[in-house]
């Protein structure tokens, strides 16, 4: 059943289509039972409808129709005003084009004649040159750990990474940001960039469906890479579990020397937080297969949880200290939550 | 403390402790899990580990418990005994008590006795491998329980065994047997070491320490050691008892009994009378308590000890009771002190009677003074209505059926002036000059110009017999047997004895009646009211009938009569074959109360005895803090304090506890 609605920005209406399978998925429609669904079958649909959703039946709902259209009342927000290459519809240092007028100038020969404010000229009998804001885009950078302790928890970590990425991305083309998608484990294992207009969702889509979990994670060298090759400033998302045995200071110092702005959710599963482990175990890591041999008590647990509320501070704190906006999410909660009441809370978004 | 399994203990540790240690090296077998990453469970273990006190230990915390479990097992299999008491090699006689007092009821419910067989057998278990035991029990008399072994067990077995009686303790006969069997096998043993280590065998004493003839013994060998068993003191007993018949008036039965409280606190009681299983009267009585329970020397004789509680308190721990009642038939006669006390067999007496009968009295004497003289007095002064004169050839020619009817005297009392005669049936005779014609007795010498130097006043023959004015001018010395009991007595010689034979009572008096002034002062009178009522019992009741446990019956045969049944107070019977015989003995009376002779012959004859304690010494069941045997202290152990206590059950239980620690502790670390 198609709701008509009306875009805030730009008046853009857009049709959702209301699942007919209860809790559906990303997009619905389409008949292969993949987690995002099919590729074709996002284009075809996105084509007529840009917001149309499609459900897959089989397998968890990554964005639901209804949860997409409010996406689209969203924006998201840097902390501070970037310079990029393209118009866009985010205000810039720089002076435009657009309807918005900013100042006056005296003219210099080469000027453009067509900005000369002609009714100045008549009263004062000098050339003044009319300057307007310029409106730039904005380049959203979603960096997603795609290492192999992504691919547990339940419900799964990547699962819910990749959602909030999907989301993330859904709100940047909606307003003719420049995304870029970036999934890392000890490097770079993807990139795509110049993503812009909604249109390009489906290769959104496409991208977290194709990427590979797997992998040690690493990172420092992934965030080396990153800025090596984004040379613009944006917003940057990072999204990972930071069980990282190499530490996670170094990585954010690349980010931090780009002068990016960033922000960082940190995906844990129940399972980490609270570990339903009981007797002798050997424990083996998924990514490096290291071992550790524990007999589980109720002391350990407790030493446990101590150790991981006190390393998610010290990420917070770090972050904190260099004005990087920190959220840890557990994937018991819904990431809908964390995307329209706490992004928006924490200025992400709006 | 010693190890009675040390090689098993040894064995099984040699197998078990490596095998634990094995056990607890071997891997742990862990289960898998994959998780998404190990590196905030390290930490967390790596902090567990350092900041736990005693890192080292706790990581085998549990295989120490496991070590210390095993190990109290191990101790525990050993066999370990807590010697208290340190016992070299050596060979030892056990004397275990079994006498009256040791029938007291303790306050577990079990009598003295059963305390005493625990305390020896811990003994026996404390012995090494190859020391030798013997055990004697005694009462009265002793006992041989086991001879010489070295087979604890069987000592064992044999201890077990050992009964309780109602009879008085006297140590002498079995210190007697102890040093006997010792020289024995000493004497015996071909191995000169061994007859070097029974030369120092000791002797154990497992009793209450009241013992009656201890001060008049001695240890010839060896070192003695007492073990004193039993704590309770509260007890009443009848210590005294006797019926007699009104001479003058045969129907009439009085009965004294003597109650005396031995215990720490006052008490009242009812005294029953019974005849037969009927309850004719009672009487209450009220005791003090025996001040002097602890403090009174144990060998002291008991009329001493209420000497002295009588003085201390202002309520005697010892009253009279007296019964009067009409009754001219036989019966068994039943004095009761109604009290649940710790000893109860000294809380009944019972006598058997007989129905009144004549006394008859035979004075044999050729002198006419003489026969006056008792003629006056038995028929006059006794007014003994069946008495008859004989002069001494008269007696030699008299017919055996005018002296003897059913095989026994035809009189009660024969009294004979100057005579010896060897026409002697069972009966009771007095000699005055002249003596019975039996062997171990004979006449000696005369002695002249001598005095009475001593006499037992507190013999029933002398009683109130007043011998301070008596003289005689000469008497001839006797020769008599051991057993004769020697009432008085000159400077070297015998004046008068008094022997006791089966069947048989004779009182002899050295002296002729007519070399002294003894029938012109009243104590003759005196002393022939005593023999008449001490020998024929009065002829009223059956004086000879009444016997202390352990006594020898002396029963006499009924003519025609072959064998006769004793049931005993439990209920046994025995049969004796008496064919041939004057008199039948039995000597199995070991309990108090009535034992019945059955005679087989044409009137079945019965006889009835009653054996009671009344024996103040047994009745007070305090035990004796300090026991001495002749003059000598014995060291004194309480048998209380186990001689070989087993320690395995302590072991297991810390076993046990070490378990559950170990339980305990596993389920902390594990539970979540």
Redesign the interface.
């Known amino acids: 059943m198609p709701i008509w609605r009306r875009g805030r920005r730009r008046g853009i209406i857009g049709v959702c289509w209301q699942s007919d399978q209860g809790g559906g998925s990303l997009f619905s429609g389409h008949t292969e039972p993949t987690l995002f669904g099919s590729s074709t079958g996002i284009r075809q649909t996105m084509a007529e409808t840009p917001s149309a959703q499609l459900t897959n039946r089989d397998s968890p709902s990554l964005l639901d129709a209804d949860f997409l259209a409010r996406l689209e009342q969203l924006e998201i927000v840097s902390r501070k005003i970037h310079a990029s290459r393209q118009k866009g519809e985010r205000r810039s240092h720089r002076k435009g084009e657009s309807v918005e007028f900013a100042d006056y100038r005296n003219y210099v020969v080469g000027d453009d004649l067509r900005h000369i404010d002609w009714n100045v000229y008549a009263r004062l009998d000098r050339l003044f040159l009319k300057l307007f804001m310029e409106e730039e885009d904005l380049n959203v950078s979603l960096l997603l750990d795609v290492s192999k302790s992504m691919d547990s928890g339940e419900p799964s970590k990547s699962l819910y990474a990749r959602r909030v990425a999907a989301a993330m991305a859904y709100i940047g083309l909606c307003n003719y940001d420049r995304v870029t998608l970036c999934a890392y484990n000890d490097g770079i294992t993807a990139y795509r960039r110049g993503l812009r207009s909604r249109r390009m969702m489906a290769q959104v889509v496409k991208f977290l469906e194709d990427v590979p979990i797997e992998g040690k994670s690493h990172f420092a060298a992934a965030a080396k890479q990153f800025a090596l090759r984004q040379g613009q400033k944006g917003v940057v998302l990072v999204l990972s579990d930071f069980l990282d045995k190499g530490g996670f200071e170094e990585g954010f110092r690349y980010l931090l020397g780009r002068e990016m702005d960033i922000y960082v959710i940190q995906v844990l599963s129940p399972q980490e937080t609270e570990p339903d482990l009981t007797g002798d175990l050997r424990l083996v890591d998924v990514e490096d297969e290291d071992v550790a041999e524990i007999t589980v008590s109720k002391l350990l647990l407790d030493k446990y949880k101590a150790n991981l509320q006190a390393y998610c501070q010290s990420i917070r704190q770090y972050c904190t200290q260099r004005g990087i906006a920190y959220y840890l999410a557990i994937t018991k909660h819904p990431f809908e939550t964390l995307v329209l009441n706490y992004l928006r809370q924490r200025g992400l978004v709006r | 403390m010693k190890f009675l399994s040390l090689p098993t203990g040894l064995l099984v540790a040699a197998v078990a402790i490596p095998a634990l240690l094995l056990l607890y090296f071997l891997k742990?077998?862990?289960?898998?899990?994959?998780?998404?990453?190990?590196?905030?469970?390290?930490?967390?273990?790596q902090?567990?580990q350092v900041n736990a006190p005693f890192q080292k230990l706790r990581k085998n915390l549990l295989l120490f418990l496991q070590l210390l479990i095993l190990a109290a097992v191990l101790f525990a299999l050993a066999n370990p005994v807590a010697n208290f008491i340190k016992r070299p090699k050596r060979n030892i006689v056990i004397l275990i008590d079994r006498s009256a007092s040791m029938k007291t009821r303790e306050a577990d419910g079990r009598i003295r006795l059963a305390h005493a067989k625990d305390g020896a057998m811990d003994l026996v278990d404390s012995l090494q491998g190859d020391s030798r035991a013997m055990v004697l029990s005694f009462a009265d008399r002793a006992e041989v329980v086991s001879s010489f072994t070295e087979d604890h067990r069987r000592l064992k077995r044999q201890i077990e065994q050992i009964k309780p009686t109602d009879g008085p303790s006297k140590l002498g006969e079995a210190l007697q047997l102890a040093v006997a069997y010792s020289a024995n096998f000493a004497a015996g043993a071909v191995d000169k070491a061994v007859r070097g280590s029974m030369e120092t065998a000791d002797i154990d004493l497992f009793s209450d320490g009241r013992i009656k003839d201890a001060d008049q013994q001695f240890v010839t060998r060896g070192r003695m050691t007492y073990y004193r068993v039993g704590a309770a003191t509260d007890n009443a007993g009848i210590v005294a008892f006797d019926v007699r018949r009104d001479i003058e008036r045969p129907g009439k039965v009085s009965v004294f009994v003597q109650v005396e409280n031995f215990g720490p606190k006052q008490i009242t009681s009812d005294v029953s009378l019974s005849l037969g299983r009927k309850m004719e009267t009672v009487q209450q009585v009220t005791l003090g308590p025996a001040a002097a329970t602890t403090t009174r020397p144990a060998n002291s004789v008991a009329g001493a000890g209420r000497r002295t509680t009588r003085a201390t308190q202002t309520l005697p721990s010892s009253r009279n009771v007296i019964f009067k009642m009409g009754h001219s038939a036989g019966g068994i006669i039943t004095v009761k002190l109604h009290r649940a006390d710790a000893l109860a067999t000294d809380n009944v007496v019972t006598a058997p009677i007989d129905p009144p009968r004549a006394i008859r009295v035979l004075a044999v004497s050729d002198r006419s003074a003489i026969r006056d003289f008792l003629q006056q007095a038995f028929q006059v002064a006794f007014r003994i209505k069946d008495f008859t004169l004989m002069t001494g050839s008269q007696y030699e020619e008299a017919g055996d059926d005018v002296l003897a009817v059913e095989g026994r005297s035809t009189f009660d009392l024969v009294v004979f002036d100057k005579h010896d005669t060897d026409r002697l049936w069972p009966g009771n005779y007095v000699f005055f000059g002249g003596i019975p014609k039996i062997p171990g007795i004979s006449r000696g010498d005369e002695v002249e110009d001598q005095v009475f130097v001593t006499w037992r006043e507190d013999h029933p023959l002398l009683r109130y017999v007043r011998l301070d004015n008596i003289f005689a001018l000469k008497w001839s010395r006797l020769s008599l047997p051991s057993h004769a009991v020697k009432l008085i007595e000159g400077e070297d010689s015998t004046i008068l004895a008094f022997i006791t034979d089966p069947g048989h009572r004779y009182v002899i008096s050295a002296f002729d009646l007519m070399d002294s002034n003894f029938i012109k002062n009243p104590a003759s009178v005196i002393f022939l009211q005593n023999a008449m009522m001490y020998l024929a019992g009065g002829g009223l009741t059956g004086a000879t009938r009444l016997i202390t446990p352990g006594d020898t019956l002396s029963i006499p045969i009924p003519p025609g009569a072959r064998s006769v049944r004793v049931t005993r107070p439990g209920g046994a019977v025995d049969q004796i074959d008496v064919a041939d015989r004057n008199t039948a003995t039995y000597a199995r009376t070991r309990d108090c109360g009535i034992y019945k002779a059955v005679f087989d012959d044409a009137g079945k004859t019965t006889e009835s005895y009653a054996a009671n304690i009344l024996d103040a010494n047994e009745s007070l069941i305090a035990p004796n803090e300090h026991f001495t045997i002749g003059a000598e202290a014995v060291q004194t152990v309480s048998s209380e304090i186990k001689a070989n206590e087993p320690l395995w059950p302590y072991a297991a239980a810390a076993a046990l506890v070490v378990l559950l620690l170990e339980w305990w502790i596993y389920n902390?670390?594990?539970?979540?």
Request: proline content about 0%; glycine content about 0%; overall charge positive.
């Open positions: 742990l077998r862990r289960r898998e899990r994959t998780v998404s990453s190990t590196l905030l469970w390290k930490r967390a273990v902090d567990l902390k670390r594990v539970m979540i």
